[in-house]
């Protein structure tokens, strides 16, 4: 009998998993795209990207109220800790990493000009105390937290190689149901 996750925990998993992977693709497509299209993807990657934050303040808050099923028994003991440091460390980017491009987009220096629209529905705000900052210190978190956006955003992709690698092995060489865990 598989130990699966529940059916908000599963939801919540793939749909930050499709967010976190388009929003990591499309910096690609914008800078392979002509000028009158980079706007509108980045706009695009700033609304997926605040809905990927509040999800994951949701997942965070599911994850610390709710105990996770037993991994399988044969995983071995540096298998468990190294599958809990990497989850953990998961949680952390799906927080920071738009944490930090909302900061960044809130320190822009055109940011009171071009206000944030979510999906074109209505107005996102931005970080009130960052946008009142001068415009020299404004300059430096800008700049900053952009370099922490990209950064985070590479250490993303080593971390998603790991689990997806992870989960596949267990999967196919160990013969765990290790998908079933996380598919409905
Ligand atoms: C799912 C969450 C997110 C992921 C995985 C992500 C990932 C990335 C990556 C990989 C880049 C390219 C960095 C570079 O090479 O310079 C980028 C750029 C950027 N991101 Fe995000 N991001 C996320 C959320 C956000 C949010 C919430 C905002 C703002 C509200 C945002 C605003 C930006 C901006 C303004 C840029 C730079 C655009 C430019 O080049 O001018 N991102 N992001």
Same mark, same amino acid.
């Given at each position: 009998?598989?130990?699966?996750?529940?059916?908000?925990?599963?939801?919540?998993?793939?749909?930050?998993?499709?967010?976190?992977?388009?929003?990591?693709?499309?910096?690609?497509?914008?800078?392979?795209?002509?000028?009158?299209?980079?706007?509108?993807?980045?706009?695009?990657?700033?609304?997926?990207?605040?809905?990927?934050?509040?999800?994951?303040?949701?997942?965070?808050?599911?994850?610390?109220?709710?105990?996770?099923?037993?991994?399988?028994?044969?995983?071995?003991?540096?298998?468990?800790?190294?599958?809990?440091?990497?989850?953990?460390?998961?949680?952390?980017?799906?927080?920071?990493?738009?944490?930090?491009?909302?900061?960044?987009?809130?320190?822009?220096?055109?940011?009171?000009?071009?206000?944030?629209?979510?999906?074109?529905?209505?107005? #996102?705000?931005?970080?009130?105390?960052?946008?009142?900052?001068?415009?020299?210190?404004?300059?430096?978190?800008?700049?900053?937290?952009?370099?922490?956006?990209?950064?985070?955003?590479?250490?993303? #992709?080593?971390? #998603?190689?790991?689990?997806?690698?992870?989960?596949?092995?267990?999967?196919?060489?160990?013969?765990?149901?290790?998908?079933?865990?996380?598919?409905?």
């Amino acid at each position: 009998m598989v130990k699966k996750y529940t059916g908000i925990a599963i939801a919540l998993h793939w749909i930050i998993a499709v967010g976190i992977v388009v929003n990591l693709l499309l910096p690609n497509i914008w800078e392979a795209a002509g000028d009158e299209n980079v706007r509108p993807l980045i706009n695009l990657h700033k609304s997926i990207g605040v809905t990927v934050l509040g999800l994951a303040v949701m997942r965070l808050l599911w994850r610390l109220t709710h105990r996770p099923p037993a991994l399988p028994a044969s995983y071995k003991p540096w298998e468990v800790t190294a599958s809990h440091a990497a989850h953990w460390a998961l949680y952390a980017l799906i927080l920071a990493i738009p944490l930090t491009g909302w900061i960044m987009d809130s320190a822009w220096k055109d940011a009171a000009a071009n206000p944030m629209q979510w999906f074109g529905l209505f107005e #996102w705000p931005r970080i009130g105390p960052v946008m009142g900052l001068d415009e020299a210190t404004k300059k430096g978190v800008h700049d900053s937290f952009g370099e922490a956006h990209e950064i985070l955003g590479y250490a993303m #992709w080593a971390l #998603w190689a790991l689990h997806v690698g992870a989960a596949l092995k267990h999967q196919f060489m160990d013969g765990e149901k290790e998908l079933q865990r996380m598919l409905p």
